[in-house]
């Protein structure tokens, strides 16, 4: 992807944020290639962080390379098991949102499926 894109990023195979791409929000993704930059939330399997590539915010992930001359600025965990992905998936939806949406913690999945759905 070029460009900017503010919000959840959601994708079960890969997201390629190209030199001109940028995400601000959360990114839930089995693989995830910045070559751009990244400022949020990560949930993914697989992170690839190219040589001008940064990302900034908090990464739960299960491997990480990063390329001489890309830069990783934040706090990194861990994914463990595969279904962590899932438990984690509530934690990328800003607690405003939540809020704003006037949902239960456990209901905003179902919310951002629906408008996943919708926007599709």
């Given at each position: 992807?070029?460009?900017?894109?503010?919000?959840?990023?959601?994708?079960?195979?890969?997201?390629?944020?190209?030199?001109?791409?940028?995400?601000?929000?959360?990114?839930?993704a089995?693989?995830?290639?910045?070559?751009?930059?990244?400022?949020?939330?990560?949930v993914?399997?697989?992170?690839?962080?190219?040589?001008?590539?940064?990302?900034?915010?908090?990464?739960?992930?299960?491997?990480?390379?990063?390329?001489e001359?890309?830069?990783?600025?934040?706090?990194?965990?861990?994914?463990?098991?595969?279904?962590?992905?899932?438990?984690?998936?509530?934690?990328?939806?800003?607690?405003?949102?939540?809020?704003?949406?006037?949902?239960?913690?456990e209901?905003?999945?179902?919310?951002?499926e629906?408008?996943?759905?919708a926007?599709?």
């Amino acid at each position: 992807m070029e460009g900017t894109v503010e919000g959840l990023v959601v994708s079960e195979a890969e997201v390629i944020v190209g030199p001109r791409g940028r995400i601000d929000g959360a990114v839930k993704a089995k693989h995830l290639v910045v070559n751009g930059e990244v400022d949020g939330r990560v949930v993914c399997e697989q992170l690839d962080i190219m040589a001008a590539g940064t990302v900034r915010g908090e990464l739960h992930t299960g491997r990480m390379t990063i390329e001489e001359g890309g830069r990783f600025l934040g706090q990194s965990m861990d994914l463990g098991e595969a279904g962590d992905i899932t438990v984690l998936e509530l934690n990328l939806v800003a607690p405003e949102r939540v809020a704003a949406l006037g949902r239960q913690p456990e209901q905003v999945a179902t919310v951002v499926e629906e408008e996943e759905k919708a926007s599709r």
